[in-house]
């Protein structure tokens, strides 16, 4: 079974940057879609991101041109590249697959003062 370690996290001023980071304990595989996710205070997890096959990319309308993601499945690792970033991005993102399964991680938080 295949679980996700997210870091990067931080607190970081308005139009600021931040790379997060999602380890699996297992191997992923190339076939494997994985996607980044984010729960704001008091708000329901939402997608942000996803990675496919052939690294076919899809991205939600609120971070489109903002953020990138990106794989390197030889270090099992899933990247969220995260620019200009806004308060209204302060959330605890998590990864998980795509579509996504019921096992969370912790996740990490993300704080973006205005």
């Known amino acids: 079974q295949v679980q996700f370690v997210e870091s990067g996290g931080g607190l970081v001023q308005a139009g600021g940057s931040l790379r997060l980071s999602c380890v699996a304990s297992?191997?992923?595989?190339?076939?494997?879609?994985i996607g980044w996710y984010r729960q704001a205070p008091g708000k329901q997890r939402e997608w942000v991101a996803s990675?496919?096959?052939?690294?076919?990319?899809n991205y939600a309308g609120s971070v489109r041109g903002r953020f990138t993601i990106s794989r390197d499945d030889a270090k099992n690792t899933v990247y969220l590249q995260m620019n200009s970033l806004k308060p209204e991005d302060t959330a605890v993102y998590y990864c998980?697959?795509?579509?996504?399964?019921?096992?969370w991680g912790q996740g990490t938080q993300v704080t973006v003062s205005s």
């Open positions: 998980n697959f795509s579509p996504a399964t019921s096992d």
């Open positions: 297992g191997r992923l595989f190339s076939f494997n879609a």
């Open positions: 990675i496919h096959y052939r690294d076919t990319i």
